[in-house]
């Protein structure tokens, strides 16, 4: 079975997660989807990932809908979703500009939709999706604190943050913030500059990674960034006889002792198993600097 990374005493996610903000391209039906969702489990990957504003504010009903065709399903998994961005959409025709909103009254809104949409008592787990300008942490942990008692969030946490802001929340919750969900792969070394790997490590906080394969631009040979990696991670991939090279870029963000959960955003189920067949690839520390090097461009001082 698929190792679990234990975020809380009482609250583990799978090592893969599954990230359905694209679900609406994969142009499947919801008995298609149900069979990809039920696939995914019996190989161990329980965690789905959402947002509110994903698909203009429609997947997350989209799995409302599939979690009805087979009620026992909603128990095998973990939701993650968040909310704080309100987009331009024509469902706020009110709305003028893009902007991002922590008060008490928007969070307990945006929950109560999210319930509503995946047809669920419970979110497993919910993030605020971004840092924002205007923020006031008293207010998120007094929503945090009452959704808990409710029993409608299990549990809290962000996506974006700096290790400052992670710490401003931490410090006005009542229950520690359980993860981070930041962008990790080759093509985006940001966190490994800018002290949130080394905040995760002091803080044993296991991150998720979202977009690991850059949204697909890693491994497209037009891509103006893409082609030196690919170069690097397909050379990789012979050394360690293994194919295709989308396992080389999961090998190498697990490889990483922060622990991260890569969140895996295809919907097409041999992609997805690449990333868990990736768990069992054994690369040497070389190979992972071989990939680093030609991620960031230039060799190290
Ligand atoms: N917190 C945040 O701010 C944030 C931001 C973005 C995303 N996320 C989360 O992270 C999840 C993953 O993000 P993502 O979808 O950008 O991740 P990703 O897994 O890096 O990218 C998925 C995209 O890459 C394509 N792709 C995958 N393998 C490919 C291959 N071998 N060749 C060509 N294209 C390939 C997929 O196309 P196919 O479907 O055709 O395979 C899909 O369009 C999202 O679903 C969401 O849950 C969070």
Not at 90 to 106: A, F, I, L, Q, S
Request: glycine letters at 6%; charged letters at 25%.
């Amino acid at each position: 079975m698929m190792e679990r990374i234990a975020v809380a005493k009482d609250f583990s996610m799978s090592r893969i997660v599954h990230g359905q903000m694209r679900m609406k391209d994969w142009k499947m039906s919801n008995r298609q989807m149900l069979g990809l969702f039920k696939e995914l489990v019996e190989i161990g990957i329980t965690t789905f990932d959402h947002a509110d504003i994903y698909g203009n504010y429609e997947c997350e009903a989209i799995l409302g809908d599939v979690l009805s065709l087979e009620k026992t399903l909603r128990e095998k998994i973990e939701i993650v979703t968040k909310c704080g961005i309100k987009l331009v959409s024509d469902k706020y025709p009110e709305r003028k500009v893009k902007y991002y909103d922590y008060g008490y009254d928007h969070i307990i809104m945006s929950v109560n939709n999210s319930l509503k949409n995946f047809r669920t008592d419970r979110i497993d787990l919910l993030l605020l999706h971004r840092p924002a300008p205007f923020f006031d942490p008293e207010e998120a942990a007094k929503a945090f604190a009452d959704l808990k008692k409710a029993g409608k969030v299990l549990h809290f946490g962000v996506s974006n943050f700096t290790p400052a802001q992670y710490e401003t929340l931490n410090a006005y919750t009542e229950e520690k913030l359980v993860t981070n969900q930041v962008e990790i792969s080759p093509y985006c070394l940001e966190h490994f500059e800018n002290g949130n790997m080394d905040f995760f490590m002091k803080e044993k906080i296991r991150p998720m990674a979202w977009s690991p394969v850059a949204g697909g631009r890693l491994l497209n040979p037009h891509d103006p960034k893409g082609p030196g990696i690919l170069r690097v991670l397909e050379s990789v991939a012979e050394e360690l006889n293994t194919s295709p090279v989308d396992k080389v870029i999961y090998a190498w963000l697990l490889k990483h002792p922060v622990k991260m959960m890569p969140i895996v955003g295809t919907g097409k189920t041999d992609r997805i198993k690449y990333a868990a067949d990736a768990l069992s690839v054994d690369m040497t520390l070389e190979q992972w600097y071989k990939i680093y090097i030609a991620a960031r461009g230039k060799e190290l001082p």
